[in-house]
């Protein structure tokens, strides 16, 4: 989606990614809600999108990722 370099998300950022999860409060690119917790996510650099790892294998689909600002949203 941004071209940017992505890393691993720490453990911390994906626990309130899982809390916010858990509340209903995000939804994919592709305007789904997420239902199921993230085991782990590639994040971009700049904080702004993460993917879903799923069984190792990186889902890097544009309507997969989520923005990250939602953590921040209520």
């Given amino acids: 989606m941004t071209h940017a ?3 691993l998300m720490s453990d911390s950022a994906l626990a309130r990614l899982n809390a ?3 509340e ?3 939804k994919t690119c592709g305007d789904e ?3 199921e917790t993230w085991q782990e ?14 069984d190792g294998i990186p889902v ?3 309507d997969y990722g989520i923005l990250l600002a939602q953590l921040n949203a209520d």
């Fill in 60 to 62: 890097l689909l544009e």
């Fill in 5 to 7: 370099p992505l890393e």
């Fill in 41 to 54: 996510a590639l994040m971009s650099r700049d904080g702004r999108v993460a993917y879903p790892v799923r």
């Fill in 33 to 35: 809600p997420v239902t």
């Fill in 20 to 22: 916010r999860i858990a």
């Fill in 24 to 26: 209903r409060k995000i």
